[in-house]
Antibody, heavy 120, light 108 residues
């Protein structure tokens, strides 16, 4: 079965960096776009970024553009989110999510999430 | 950016009753709309895609309808496990992909 397992969350000071990872299994990793979606405490869902199946293109929410970088390693079935210049408002649970179909951009599987807390 | 607006914010329903949740898009998203269910402490779960197609394993009591800018998620007879927060998401025009603010379905 499909599994997505995030890691790398924690407490970090404003302005610092953090890298999240998502280990995937149970599907043909290189055939699907992958996303990061976040949820601030007690709030709704916010899409963060997507990387297409072969990794050749990425798109970002305006709120993270220029600070976050999404990447993937198709040889290791791994998805990453490099987060630089972190702000207090980046505090959230970060989920990795898989496209339901190639280029579909709705999400049929999600990880359990990893909490990032940005605080001094 | 397409803004998704869900109503009501909270819906109080008794078990066995019907629940009707609404989602409105600020411009047409055709049928490129999904619904998710999220329970406390859990990741969202895909319920409906393409506005009206149930995802794998989703019970028939969940149904979606609509196109363009107006969409509805109906739960025909609420079970105890259905009390949760529901989100709509458009994937017609992006970036960004956008979600509604959510509707919490609570026990009346």
């Amino acid at each position: 079965q499909v599994q997505l397992v995030e890691s790398g969350g924690g407490v970090v000071q404003p302005g610092k960096s953090l890298r999240l990872s998502c280990a995937a299994s149970g599907f043909t990793f290189s055939s699907y776009g992958l996303h990061w979606v976040r949820q601030a405490p007690g709030k709704g869902l916010e899409w963060v970024a997507v990387i297409i199946d072969d990794g050749s293109d990425q798109f970002y929410a305006d709120s993270v553009k220029g600070r976050f970088t999404i990447s993937r390693d198709n040889s290791k079935n791994m998805l990453y989110l490099q987060m630089n210049s972190l702000r207090v408002e980046d505090t959230a649970v970060y989920y990795c999510a898989k496209d339901r179909r190639l280029g579909g951009y709705d999400f049929d599987h999600w990880g359990q999430g990893t909490l990032v807390t940005v605080s001094s | 950016e397409i803004v998704m607006t869900q109503s009501p914010a909270t819906l109080s329903v008794s078990p066995g009753e019907r629940a009707t949740l609404s989602c409105r898009a600020s411009q047409s998203v055709s049928s490129n709309l999904a619904w998710y269910q999220q329970k406390p402490g859990q990741a969202p779960r895909l319920l409906i895609y393409s506005a009206s197609t149930r995802a794998t394993g989703i019970p028939a009591r969940f149904s979606g309808s609509g196109s363009g800018t107006e969409f509805t998620l109906t739960i025909s007879s609420l079970q105890s496990e259905d009390f949760a927060v529901y989100y709509c998401q458009q994937y017609h025009a992006w970036p960004p992909l956008t979600f509604g603010g959510g509707t919490k379905v609570e026990i009346k």
